[in-house]
């Protein structure tokens, strides 16, 4: 079994007092150091971009779920409605389901259950199963020098919970298996809340009690730092590590779930399920799955590596994502689409070689980052670039950028598998409806965004390396 914390035996660890030179040669000896990580001062830009996010966010992901509650997924016809006088906001709203006891109840419950899962219950799944990482691993250097280390728990969760799922579906019926889509928006409140309140949280723990003082960051700017976070990694206690859990659980672990409960809402009201059901239910289970076997991977994707916890994460990760992740299931309720083969078997295929692109050049990088680049990318052994960085307390650390496989084609071909397969889940639904489009919209400018931002904290982190990889 492979150990992510070869990775970071990748980056040797050398002291700048010993150093000074060497670095000059290495890497032009201009790296600005302390810039690493995120950023330091906000330019209008940024301001107005969150500004609009706090502000319009919760509207878009209570526009999108009401469109299809009231008006069949339409997003036009609130908008004319509203236009023409036909209806008054007051009219959507008093339509609108409130926050319920029930609801409240399924929501602490099911964060209860999570949190039980996360902080109580050691990995197993690493000792049984073969390949799998899992159990106590170690995180990424932090700015601040600090390596964390995580109890890597994801799959095991995810799998109790939907063996919990099916056991009461089909056994138990405690409850029915159309729970969620039945109690959707009243959860939505809940989510909400939830999402407020650790967002919140995080920002008076980044003042008064943060886990580790050297990795936050405060520009002075309150909503800048409520939405960007103050603290790099907010934990409680030694192990309940708010990025791994809130990114991960509730969301991640949640979004199969709510595809389930779409697809037992389907059976219910039409009697069967529907092949464009089945299709996103098998591709967004793959991409879950993946997430979840490759946990441990995902401590040093820019997630962890890079963003602090702030609203971005907590309130997205409660809020955005299980609600507008999975807009294509809840569509095809309401619109049930019955794909010919050809068609269905296109998808299929598109979102398979999508997910096998973005699968491969994720582990190219990981393979490679792990074995320090003593190991074959397309049966040879790979190109790279070396390079060096610093800590905020002077620690020099060397690294390698990988230029063969798919990182010789293209900087994120991450990514282009990413969107193809995002692409294949809308493509599901027809082209009825902008509305299941949403997700290949967000995800482009989700994904180019983060090649802007990684370009310049790379760019921050490696200096003159970073010039000569970009070259390559
Ligand atoms: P990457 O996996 O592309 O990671 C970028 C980091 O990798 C860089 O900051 C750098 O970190 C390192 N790196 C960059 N180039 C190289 C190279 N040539 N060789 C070795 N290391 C390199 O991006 P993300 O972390 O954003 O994404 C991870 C995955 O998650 C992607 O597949 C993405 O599609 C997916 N994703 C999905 C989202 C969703 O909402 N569904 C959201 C975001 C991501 P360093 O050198 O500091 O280690």
Known sequence: MFSFTQDTMAAHREKKSEEGNHRSARNGAHTPQAQWGR???????????????????????????????????????????????????????????????????????????????????????????????????????????VVNKYEVNGLQAWIITHILWFANAYYFHYFSPTIIFDNWIP???????????????????GYFFPTNAKDCKFTGNFFYDYMMGIEFNPRIGKWFDFKLFFNGRPGIVAWTLINLSYAAKQQELYGHITNSMILVNVLQGIYVLDYFWNE?????????????????????????????????????????????????????????????IFRMTNHQKDLFRRTNGNCKIWGEKPDY??????????????????????????????????????LAYCLTCG??????????????????????????????KYGKDWKRYTAA
Not at 187 to 193: D, E, G, P, Q
Not at 195 to 205: D, L, P, Q, R
Not at 409 to 422: E, I, P, Q, V
């Open 39 to 145: 950023a330091w001062e906000v330019d209008w830009f940024s301001l107005a971009s969150i500004l609009f996010l706090l502000a319009f966010a919760p509207l878009i992901v209570y526009y999108f779920i009401m469109s299809c509650d009231q008006y069949q997924c339409s997003l036009t016809d609130p908008l004319i409605n509203l236009l023409m006088g036909n209806k008054h906001l007051s009219d959507i709203w008093s339509k609108t389901p409130s926050l319920t006891y029930t609801a409240a109840g399924i929501y602490t419950a099911w964060v209860a259950f999570q949190v039980i899962l996360y902080a109580f219950v050691p990995d197993f799944c690493h000792k049984v199963l073969p390949g799998y990482v899992g159990g106590v691993q170690e995180g990424a250097v932090t700015p601040a020098g």
């Open 187 to 205: 959860l939505l409140w809940c989510a909400n809340i939830l999402g407020y309140v650790v967002s919140t949280f995080a920002m008076i723990k």
């Open 296 to 356: 441990a991977w995902y401590l040093k994707t820019i997630d962890i590596c890079h963003d602090h916890f702030g609203w971005y994460l907590g309130w997205g990760d409660c809020v955005w994502l299980p609600y507008l992740y999975t807009l294509q299931g809840l569509y095809l309720v309401y619109h049930p689409v019955q794909l010919c083969t050809a068609n269905a078997v296109g998808i299929l295929a598109l979102g398979l070689v999508g997910y096998y």
């Open 385 to 422: 670039i070396e390079c060096s960085y610093m800590s905020v307390d002077g620690t020099k650390y060397y690294s390698k950028l990988l230029t063969s496989g798919f990182w010789g084609w293209a900087r994120h071909f991450n990514y282009t598998g990413d969107l193809m397969g995002s």
């Open 431 to 460: 082209f009825e409806h902008i509305l299941p489009y949403f997700y290949i919209i967000y995800m482009t400018i989700l994904l180019t965004h983060r090649c802007i931002r990684d370009e310049h904290r790379c760019y921050s």
